[in-house]
């Protein structure tokens, strides 16, 4: 059984609900052992003001998360063990003011995530119009660009829903196998993770990040595994983990990373 989700947000980011309390108690609840806090890193590349509203914590409000994410740790330690994290964008061209954010704190784990390419966020469902008129394919060469980037990065432990792009289920004619191969070469090269989503089954991919022949990839590759739900409500931790041991059994894991002051720790499932 897996016990474990490393990719959770709360109310701070403005899109989710539930404070980290209530996630921590809903993890407790449903007999988990170990709970990753990950909310989104707080804009700085647009103007929250004007953008496209409840996106992410505002950057002042970032180390208050941090500070009650660790004092939720030690105040929970003898029930759960809570990793203190953040799900960090890679924007290309801001990768320095993205280090300084990521430097300033005693974080257990940095998840790396594309959610932008420029400033359109291709997980933003508001946004989805900004595919018209774009060559497909394309978009996709720009996205597996910027995550090999993002691997070679050196800032992050694991980069997170690695083919989010097809979240809304906008999907090249042509293969992307060769872009996919590209992106986990880049993440074994770097000797970072990634990690199982289950968020895509929610999706209208209609499932899990990334897909099984990206799974088999990286089992093949060595590339180490973390799991987690993206749970924006408390009540989605864990969910379709069940889905997840039986497929991660037949690609051949039988161990998934956790991750302590930025060191990865593999534990049996
Ligand atoms: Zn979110
Ligand atoms: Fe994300
Ligand atoms: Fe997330
Ligand atoms: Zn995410």
């Not at 209530?22 to 004007?50: C, N």
């Not at 993440?187 to 089954?201: H, K, R, S």
Request: glycine fraction near 6%; proline fraction near 3%; aromatic fraction near 10%.
């Amino acid at each position: 059984m897996i016990r474990i989700d490393y990719h959770t947000h709360h109310e701070r980011c403005g899109h989710a609900k539930g404070s980290l309390q209530d996630y921590i108690e809903q993890a407790i609840a449903k007999g988990m052992t170990q709970l990753g806090l990950s909310d989104h890193m707080p804009l700085i590349h647009v103007d929250r003001d004007t953008y496209y509203p409840e996106v992410t914590m505002a950057l002042e409000e970032l180390p208050r998360y941090v500070e009650e994410a660790f004092e939720l740790q030690a105040q929970y330690a003898s029930q759960l063990d809570i990793r203190v994290g953040m799900e960090a964008d890679y924007i290309e061209g801001f990768e320095e003011s993205i280090q300084r954010l990521i430097e300033s704190y005693p974080w257990d784990y940095i998840i790396g995530s594309v959610h932008f390419l420029g400033t359109w966020d291709l997980s933003d469902f508001r946004q989805q119009h900004e595919w018209a008129g774009k060559d497909i394919r394309e978009v996709y060469e720009q996205y597996y660009d910027a995550i090999c980037k993002a691997a070679r990065s050196g800032m992050y432990d694991y980069i997170g829903h690695i083919d989010m792009i097809k979240r809304f289920g906008v999907v090249p004619e042509q293969s992307t196998a060769d872009l996919e191969t590209m992106a986990l070469r880049a993440i074994q090269e770097a000797g970072i993770a990634t990690e199982l989503n289950t968020a895509g089954w929610r999706s209208d991919a209609k499932e899990q990040y990334p897909k099984r022949e990206m799974l088999e990839q990286a089992y093949k590759l060595g590339i180490p595994l973390t799991i987690g739900s993206d749970a924006h409500t408390p009540l989605l931790i864990g969910k379709h983990f069940h889905e997840a041991d039986q497929l991660l059994r037949e690609v051949g894991y039988t161990k998934l990373a956790t991750f302590k002051q930025r060191k990865l720790h593999l534990v049996n499932f």
